[in-house]
C-alpha cells in the first residue's frame, strides 16, 4: 500500500532556531500533500495543502511566514518551523494523496519540543 | 464552516462487547467519509470510506460504518470487539472538492479490557 515517510519523529531543540520536517510519498506521486497539527487530547487540525510546483494553501490563522512550507518535487514536501517558540511544540504530521484518489495516507508524525 | 463531531470521548469495553461510536458533521453538500485508527505508537490508517452507493460501508477488521445521510451521521460499528483494538478512532470529512482537505473530528479513545 501507500506508504508516507515522515523525518524526523522527534525533535528538541532551543527556542529561537528553525526546524525542518521532510515528508516523503515512497511509492507514488503525489502532487497535493497536508500538513496537521494536534496538540494533546486534540484533534488534527489542518495546517496547509501543498501543492508541488506552486505555493501552498493555509488555513485560516497560520502564519505563512512561520510554517514555511516547500513541495518541490511529488515525494517530498517540506515544513520549516522558522524561529521557534515554546508555543510551536505539538505533533506535527504530514499526508499525501495520490492525484484525484483518495484517502489520504499519513505519515508518523513528529514530535517537536521547544525549550 | 464544515465540522465534525464525536461524541464520545472516551470508551471502555470488555472483549466480545459490541462498538458504536458516534460522528456527526455539518456540511450541506456531498461529502466523503472517513473513519481512522491510531493504534499505539502507529500513524493513522483508514479503516473505512463512503464516497457513494451503498451507505452501509464495511472496513477491515469487521469494522462498518453507516451513512445516514438524514442525519448527517456516519456512525461506527462492531459487533464484538477484541483487546487488539484498543486504539484511537478518528471519523474526518471532506467536501469531495477540489482541495479534498479533511476535516477531523476531536477522535474517541477505545479501550478493550481482555
Known amino acids: 500500500g501507500a506508504v508516507v515517510s515522515q523525518h524526523p519523529s522527534w525533535v528538541i531543540c532551543k527556542s529561537g532556531t528553525s526546524v525542518k520536517i521532510e515528508c516523503r510519498s515512497l511509492?507514488?506521486?503525489?502532487?497535493?500533500m497536508f500538513w496537521y497539527r494536534q496538540f494533546p487530547k486534540q484533534s488534527l487540525m489542518l495546517m496547509a495543502t501543498s501543492n508541488e510546483g506552486s505555493k501552498a494553501t493555509y488555513e485560516q490563522g497560520v502564519e505563512k511566514d512561520k510554517f514555511l512550507i516547500n513541495h518541490a518535487s511529488l515525494t517530498l514536501s517540506t515544513l520549516t518551523v522558522t524561529s521557534a517558540h515554546p508555543e510551536d511544540s505539538s505533533f506535527y504530521i504530514c499526508?499525501?494523496?495520490?492525484?484525484?484518489?483518495?484517502?489520504?495516507?499519513f505519515g508518523d508524525g513528529t514530535r517537536l519540543s521547544i525549550l | 464552516a464544515q465540522s465534525v463531531s464525536q461524541h464520545n470521548h472516551h470508551v471502555i469495553l470488555s472483549e466480545a462487547a459490541s462498538l458504536e461510536l458516534g460522528c456527526n458533521y455539518s456540511y450541506g453538500g456531498t461529502v466523503n467519509l472517513f473513519w481512522y485508527v491510531q493504534y499505539p505508537g502507529q500513524h493513522l490508517q483508514l479503516l473505512l470510506k463512503?464516497?457513494?452507493?451503498?451507505?452501509l460501508v464495511k472496513g477491515i477488521k469487521g469494522f462498518e460504518a453507516e451513512f445516514i445521510k438524514s442525519k448527517f451521521s456516519f456512525n461506527l460499528r462492531k459487533p464484538s470487539v477484541q483487546w487488539s483494538d484498543t486504539a484511537e478512532y478518528f471519523c474526518?470529512?471532506?467536501?469531495?472538492?477540489?482541495?479534498?482537505?479533511?476535516?477531523f473530528g476531536t477522535g474517541t479513545l477505545l479501550a478493550v479490557q481482555p
Open positions: 463512503y464516497f457513494s452507493g451503498d451507505p
Open positions: 474526518a470529512v471532506n467536501g469531495g472538492g477540489a482541495t479534498n482537505k479533511l476535516i
Open positions: 499526508s499525501a494523496e495520490t492525484p484525484g484518489i483518495p484517502p489520504q495516507h
Open positions: 511509492d507514488f506521486q503525489a502532487t497535493t
